[in-house]
């Protein structure tokens, strides 16, 4: 057989029949029909979006597009290329040096990158630094704090 449009069926027990609901106080399914009393779940005027009274989803996101975690912590960046140009071997990179220098400008925390090359033994002393830059620091013969 094949298998065409008038032949579906839906399987057997999956589409329950619509209650049919009586309209006189004397029926079975009448007066109230079995919705229980008053109330909005009594009306069909309950949006799809009512959640009950609390504030809904949509008013407690952040108003604007742009929403600025508070505990989000915002590293100054510098590159190890950049090491290489503004400190000599054996010096020691700090916070303080490198704001004194002009490499870092606003008051963060500073974060050492590995994009470049290091041939300088230098001793680096900062909030963080990534894997690729410790990689470099120690393979220049340099030692991270």
Same mark, same amino acid.
């Given at each position: 057989m094949t298998i065409k449009l008038h032949n579906l069926k839906p399987d057997e027990g999956s589409r329950e029949a619509k209650k049919r609901v009586a309209r006189g106080d004397r029926g079975r399914g009448g007066k109230t029909a079995g919705r229980g009393t008053k109330g909005t779940g009594a009306r069909g005027t309950v949006p799809e979006n009512f959640e009950g009274g609390q504030v809904p989803l949509v008013r407690r996101q952040p108003k604007r597009p742009g929403f600025n975690n508070p505990n989000k912590v915002v590293y100054a960046v510098i590159n190890v290329s950049r090491l290489e140009e503004a400190f000599e071997a054996g010096d020691e990179v700090t916070v303080a040096t490198l704001t004194e220098r002009g490499l870092v400008k606003? !008051?963060?925390? &500073?974060? &050492?990158?590995?994009?470049?090359?290091?041939? !300088?033994a230098l001793t680096v002393d900062v909030d963080a630094v990534t894997a690729? /830059?410790?990689e470099k620091?120690? /393979? /220049?013969?340099?030692? &991270?704090a």
């Open positions: 606003k !008051k963060r925390p &500073v974060k &050492v990158l590995g994009h470049g090359e290091l041939s !300088k690729t /830059a410790r620091i120690t /393979a /220049a013969g340099g030692t &991270v």
